[in-house]
């Protein structure tokens, strides 16, 4: 089962968070038949979304996040329906490109750099929040550091990664601390030194499990460890399909039908097919 698992270091001066999303990674997949390069851009947005979605404060919380470079792969979207779930699409999931010069997966060239990264939080305020940054490599890690710097003011590191293989992805995730306002420059320059190691995150990953990774690089840091969370690729698009219905107004949901004789919505994000007639209008309609 994928987790987040977070600790306070220091003494609470910083926070880590270490992700494993492989199954979430691998249901993204199977839902949008993505190619392998197309799985890692998505399954590192995924992973930066269960993160968000895990800071929220309440259960009516909610997350957007939007990644938009230009790049052949076009716009990336994260979301949440629940506590513990994420879900996304990608525009183009059959994005293919040549692998880069050191054989690794050009996520770069697919998202691209003309275009910025943005995250918009409904916190049941009047106005929902936005945060935007420029993207700077379209690598996604890198663009998620750069946002939290520039936009929330965190002094931040990054690491994720997605590892495929002939039968998917074997694994996925990530690792982000975030040094609060009153470390100091030593610990700072401990969390960069310790966050070198992550430059194949998904193969420690696959290797160790983050919870070995988590007691080996930060357990001597004056860690306390919190109860790990999961996290899984759900979407409960009913409710927001019927919302959609409700919207159009029952006249108008009964001239479709009758000029097509059924009305058929596909969610995007699951890529499942409502399909509703005139012996569904009751139901449809009837007060909550």
């Given at each position: 089962?994928?987790?987040?698992?977070?600790?306070?270091?220091?003494?609470?001066?910083?926070?880590?968070?270490?992700?494993?999303?492989?199954?979430?990674?691998?249901?993204?997949?199977?839902?949008?038949?993505?190619?392998?390069?197309?799985?890692?851009?998505l399954g590192r947005s995924l992973t930066i979304g269960a993160y968000i979605e895990s800071n929220l404060k309440s259960e009516t919380h909610k997350f957007n996040l939007i990644i938009n470079g230009g790049g052949p792969i076009g716009k990336i979207y994260v979301t949440s329906d629940r506590v513990g779930t994420v879900k996304g699409l990608v525009e183009n999931p059959?994005?293919?490109?040549?692998?880069?010069?050191?054989?690794?997966?050009?996520?770069?060239?697919?998202?691209?750099?003309?275009?910025?990264?943005?995250?918009?939080?409904?916190?049941?305020?009047?106005?929902?929040?936005?945060?935007?940054?420029?993207?700077?490599?379209?690598?996604?890690?890198?663009?998620?550091?750069?946002?939290?710097?520039?936009?929330?003011?965190?002094?931040?590191?990054?690491?994720?990664?997605?590892?495929?293989?002939?039968?998917?992805c074997k694994a996925a995730g990530g690792i982000i601390i975030e040094a609060m306002p009153d470390a100091d420059d030593n610990m700072v320059c401990i969390l960069e030194d310790i966050m070198s190691n992550f430059t194949n995150i998904s193969a420690l990953i696959a290797e160790k499990g983050i919870e070995e990774i988590g007691n080996y690089y930060f357990g001597h840091l004056d860690a306390e460890f919190f109860p790990a969370q999961t996290v899984r690729f759900k979407c409960d698009c009913w409710h927001k399909i019927?919302?959609?219905?409700?919207?159009?107004?029952?006249?108008?949901?009964?001239?479709?039908?009758?000029?097509?004789?059924?009305?058929?919505?596909?969610?995007?994000?699951?890529?499942?097919?409502?399909?509703?007639?005139?012996?569904?209008?009751?139901?449809?309609?009837?007060?909550?």
């Open positions: 089962m994928d987790k987040i698992i977070k600790a306070v270091l220091f003494g609470g001066k910083a926070r880590v968070a270490l992700m494993e999303t492989t199954e979430t990674v691998n249901k993204a997949i199977k839902t949008h038949d993505l190619t392998p390069l197309a799985a890692a851009a059959q994005v293919d490109l040549p692998l880069r010069k050191d054989g690794k997966l050009d996520v770069g060239g697919a998202v691209g750099t003309n275009g910025d990264i943005v995250v918009i939080k409904d916190l049941g305020l009047k106005e929902p929040y936005i945060g935007r940054s420029q993207l700077v490599s379209g690598e996604i890690a890198e663009d998620y550091n750069n946002y939290l710097f520039k936009s929330e003011g965190i002094l931040n590191a990054v690491a994720l990664g997605v590892l495929n293989d002939k039968d998917g019927r919302k959609i219905v409700r919207g159009l107004g029952r006249a108008e949901i009964e001239d479709i039908m009758k000029e097509q004789g059924m009305l058929e919505i596909k969610c995007d994000y699951c890529r499942k097919n409502y399909v509703y007639t005139e012996k569904d209008l009751d139901f449809l309609f009837e007060e909550e």
